[in-house]
């Protein structure tokens, strides 16, 4: 939308509606923003709640040691050899600086690089020296063991890795000067140093660093090895449960895929198989009386409609009903009290007196049947049935359009400039109409001289224009007013346009 249909639609449907609608749509970004901050919120709080679950589970800290117990079991000789690599690795942990999963990945990576177990283990401990005495922990290790891993791979020292050392340890520079003489990377290159004996240099250069005390830094993260360690074993076991298998027994893992894997199975052939279809089928078959789909849902609504409709008088009626039986029972009963005191001699009870008694009861009786209403709550749910199924039908277009007939061609108009164009086709139409031109300013070479068309029908007279215009109020049109000044506007533009400047002498 270019900005005149922008502007042109404003005019159109005014500045407050248009304030509006964009106020609506301000509201709907908001809230759809809110909906997916919200979503986000949600997803990090499961991601929490995961990663919280499997650190007090001990499974984290199960996934981690066996992976790299597996990483570290491809470089050893036999299960003795590795699990006496673990105790060190242990020992080592606990040195400032350094942690027990940092170390064991830290040697797991070195002696994937080519560097052997022994000098690995003695590159964590003079590195993690280091940093302890930098104020640094084991989050900085991962940097150092990923640059010297690098240099094992690309068999020489360049400026690049060390670089990325010193941001961690600083000191490596001058352990750069202790084992070779020098800082510069260039300069080693050219001595022919292989990459093994270089990293073996600069880690006997670090290793004649001060030896860090463990402060507070070093008791924090000892803390966080003790935990991992006591709630390792439960990981374990737990991932055990879902991987372990004995006696060709199917680990529970497989099971509960072959499981949801039976399930879809079954699933899907219960949808090919038409079960459900025929049960639905037969469940409105029921419900409407045999018919279709159409018919159950209709005679379902029927009957609960029929109920809420019915229920009321159903319940007067009940109601009414026990009141009659009750008050029938009590003037039958004084009915009979009275009979058999009447054949008692002297005791005052007339004939007469059972007669008003009998016609009491009778009265009542019939009151008390009058207030019976007539309610058949099935009879009311077939003539609502009725009712809906006569009704029934396509559900059409919405109720209440208001047709405009505007149409728009795809590429050529748009509907706002479709829209003022007809406007001013329309406003044109009703101008041609109007006889102010050809009643008022004539025609031909009379009408240039200011003779109009009433006069050459043969007016009495002239007509002057302050019998329209002007003199005060006696005019038909006040003089001074707006009206005034558009009406002559008008005139004098019809009169340049037609070519009859002479009526122009006339105001």
Excluded: C
């Excluded at 984290?60 to 790299?68: N, P």
């Excluded at 290790?141 to 010193?166: F, R």
């Excluded at 004539?442 to 019998?467: C, F, H, K, W, Y």
């Amino acid at each position: 939308m270019t900005v005149a249909e922008l502007t042109a639609k404003i005019s159109v449907v005014g500045e407050a509606a248009a304030v509006r609608a964009l106020q609506r749509v301000g509201q709907s970004a908001r809230s759809v923003g809110e909906a997916i901050r919200t979503a986000a919120d949600a997803t990090r709080l499961f991601e929490v709640a995961q990663a919280s679950f499997a650190t007090v589970t001990g499974i984290e800290a199960a996934k981690a040691y066996d992976s790299q117990v597996r990483g570290l079991a491809a470089y050893s000789r036999n299960a003795e050899e590795l699990q006496a690599q673990l105790s060190r690795l242990q020992e080592i942990a606990k040195l400032p600086g350094l942690g027990l999963k940092e170390v064991r990945q830290g040697v797991l990576q070195l002696e994937a690089a080519g560097i052997s177990a022994q000098t690995s283990e003695r590159a964590l401990m003079a590195f993690g020296n280091a940093l302890a005495l930098v104020g640094r922990g084991k989050s900085e290790l991962d940097g150092v063991i990923l640059a010297l891993g690098q240099i094992a791979s690309k068999g020489q020292i360049s400026a690049e890795e060390i670089n990325q050392i010193a941001e961690r340890v600083p000191q490596v520079r001058q352990a750069l000067v202790t084992a070779f003489g020098t800082a510069s990377t260039e300069a080693i290159q050219k001595m022919g140093i292989s990459a093994n004996d270089a990293i073996t240099r600069i880690i006997s250069a670090m290793e004649q660093l001060p030896k860090a005390t463990g402060g507070a830094i070093t008791t924090f993260e000892n803390l966080q090895d003790a935990i991992e360690r006591a709630f390792l074993p439960i990981g374990r076991g737990i991932l055990d449960i879902f991987g372990a298998s004995s006696g060709g027994a199917e680990r529970l893992i497989d099971q509960v895929g072959r499981l949801a894997q039976e399930l879809g199975n079954v699933l899907t052939a219960i949808g090919n198989s038409g079960v459900i279809q025929e049960t639905i089928d037969k469940l409105f078959r029921t419900l409407g009386g045999g018919g279709g789909y159409a018919e159950g849902f209709a005679r379902f609504a029927a009957n609960i409609l029929a109920f809420f409709s019915d229920i009321i008088p159903t319940v007067q009626n009940a109601i009414n009903t026990i009141l009659n039986v009750v008050t029938d029972s009590v003037g039958t009963l004084t009915l009979s009290i009275l009979r058999s005191l009447s054949m008692i001699p002297g005791s005052g009870v007339t004939d007469t007196a059972i007669g008003v008694a009998e016609g009491v009861l009778s009265a009542g009786s019939s009151y008390g049947q009058s207030l019976i209403q007539d309610v058949d709550m099935g009879a009311t749910a077939e003539r609502y049935f009725q009712q809906i199924m006569a009704a029934y039908g396509p559900q059409g277009l919405p109720a209440g359009l208001n047709f405009g007939g505007i149409q728009q061609n795809a590429g050529t108009t748009s509907p706002i400039s479709s829209l003022l164009g007809q406007i001013a086709n329309n406003t044109k139409t009703t101008a041609e109409a109007l006889t102010l031109r050809r009643e008022t300013l004539g025609g031909g070479q009379l009408g240039q001289l200011g003779v109009t068309a009433a006069e050459m029908a043969g007016s009495a007279g002239p007509i002057r224009m302050g019998d329209f215009m002007g003199g005060g109020n006696r005019g038909l049109i006040p003089a001074g007013t707006e009206l005034e000044r558009a009406v002559r506007s008008v005139i004098r533009d019809e009169a340049r346009r037609n070519g009859t400047p002479g009526i122009m002498k006339r105001f």
